[in-house]
């Protein structure tokens, strides 16, 4: 049989952020080792089960050692980088020999003693198994990919799809190339072009109207050219202050290609072109209140998105600007996910269920997105935070957010939690009993993901930039190793 080892290590790395990135938060998030990397994620709609379950379509015998992802937040610190590929390294050196490598990477993880994770981790791996193995890798939609991870792999298959509901489908892509490899029908290397650019393509939106999905279908039709395999356009990672920061194509073409760059570089082109096309409308928080209070509706709910703090982007997730107008509104019948803070978590367990508690929400790691918000308010649930998301994004993956507690302040429902979570699933309102459908209000940690769950429901969407580490104010952060000149900045 053919011997592939299967593995993931992905972080999305905010190096503007204060928390580091420890192993505790790969455990609470998700961190399997051995035979609990498919016991934890087979039959759910990850990169992890469209590998196994392409495994088991082309008869591969593979070998699990990790797989690690924790929420976004700072740097990776270097010990549990080192765990970690090391893990890797030690499967490859003692369970081999292999004859190809798949892997589950975001793309865009920074360690405290590196600027490029993967192309590290990617270059560890090629000189154990050596230049005649293949290499595939899946990638985040925002991905900031270097010439070092292009160099040390062959095949490279990005989401197309934000929110990402495609992880499966990605997996299975890059799985079917590999065994094309394997079969020696193809000999794929990787070319990368970027445009100099911080972010791009919309930040990679791919709902009409837009650019992104202009971008995407005239990469998909340039896989026709000879000898041309996938074409990924990334968006990039714009909170990561790196060389290799920004939007960026990666072609996967036959080694004797001679249109690997040149299509290359027209997808690149062609994001430049349409740098100045966005879908995004942000508003404050003062004009997304008045226009909740303009435009009733008593039928679906309206969906706040707190853009600005996502924790799904490194966001600190306890910034309280929106939460702060909400109260101050006097709003009704609403509801809001998720504040982090440990410490009232910590004190309306104490006080018990349907207690009534004095506390302090939120604006505890940096009060200057937000100070905290004096309130008084009831106990209405205490859960210990772990359910399955529903999906459509992350079907059937747990969630583990710690101690959980639902606090009624006037006619809002704040979940407060241990853990930071961005909330892209009804689920993280539903376990604590919670119907989404039936409030009038919603408001969500999250930028973008939480589309994919919410807007089937919702009677309108308003993006609010109420404070926070992921606002697109990109001219406040201190970018020292970013190359430049860089769109939008320069």
Known sequence: MTNVLIAGFMHETNTFSGLATRMEEYRSRQFFKGDEVAEELSGTASEIAGFIDSAKKHDWDMTTPVFANATPSGKVERS????????????????????????????????????DGEGELLSLIRKTVGKGIPIAVTLDLHANVSERMTHNANIMVAYQTYPHVDQYQTAVKSCDLLQQTLDGNINPVLTLKRPPMLDGCDHGRTGRPGPM??????????????????????????????????????????????QAATVGKQISDLIWDKRFETTLDIMDTKTAIDHIRENPNPDKPVVLADFADNPGGGGYGDSTGLLRAMIDANLQNAAFATLYDPETVRICIENGLGSDVVASLGGRINPGFGKPVAVTGTVKAITDGNFKMQGPMNKGTNVHMGPTVVLKVGGIDIIITSRRYQVYDQMFFRHARIDPESKSVIAVKSAHHFRAAFQPIASEILIVDGGGLTSRNFAALDFKTLSRPAFPLD
């Open 80 to 115: 549990v980088f080192d765990d970690v590929s090391g893990l890797i390294i030690d499967a490859l050196r003692s369970e081999g020999p292999f004859d190809a490598v798949l892997l589950a990477l975001h793309g865009a993880m920074v360690t405290e003693h590196l600027d």
């Open 213 to 258: 999905p202009d971008i995407l279908n005239a990469a998909n039709r340039m896989t026709f050219a000879e000898n041309v395999h996938h074409i990924s356009v990334l968006a990039g990672f714009p909170w990561s202050d790196t060389p290799h920061t920004g939007p960026s194509v990666v072609v996967t073409a036959d080694k004797e290609s001679k």
